[in-house]
């Protein structure tokens, strides 16, 4: 979706969607992995049903790009800095666990 000039943001309602997540999991089977969730519009109201892209039982989350990166996300993960960034967003999910 990012390679077609689709908006991505990283700063998730997760209690505002947790109720559609929570519901995604029993219907779908996949208690645990990642999901790319999304809404047509840019302020969406996430208390609407999204478009779900792809379902991954291990799957982890990806970190945000830089708020300076003007390219894609696709193009981010290519980026040097991206190791780094990942290393790191896995730190922060796995200290608040």
Same mark, same amino acid.
């Given at each position: 979706a990012s390679n077609m000039g689709g908006y991505q943001d990283f700063n998730f309602p997760l209690?505002?969607?947790? @109720? +559609?997540? !929570?519901?995604? !999991? *029993?219907?779908?089977?996949? @208690?645990? =992995?990642?999901? %790319?969730?999304?809404?047509?519009? $840019?302020e969406a109201d996430v208390k609407k049903t999204p478009f779900t892209l792809e379902v991954s039982p291990t799957s982890d989350i990806n970190p945000p790009a830089p708020s300076s990166w003007t390219k894609t996300y696709a193009e981010f $993960?290519?980026?040097? =800095? +991206?190791?780094? !960034? +990942? &290393?790191?967003?896995?730190?922060?999910? *796995? %200290? &608040?666990m």
């Open positions: 209690a505002e969607i947790a @109720p +559609y997540v !929570a519901e995604f !999991a *029993s219907k779908t089977g996949v @208690p645990v =992995g990642g999901v %790319d969730f999304i809404w047509e519009e $840019k $993960k290519h980026n040097p =800095g +991206y190791h780094n !960034a +990942y &290393l790191a967003v896995r730190r922060q999910w *796995s %200290d &608040l």
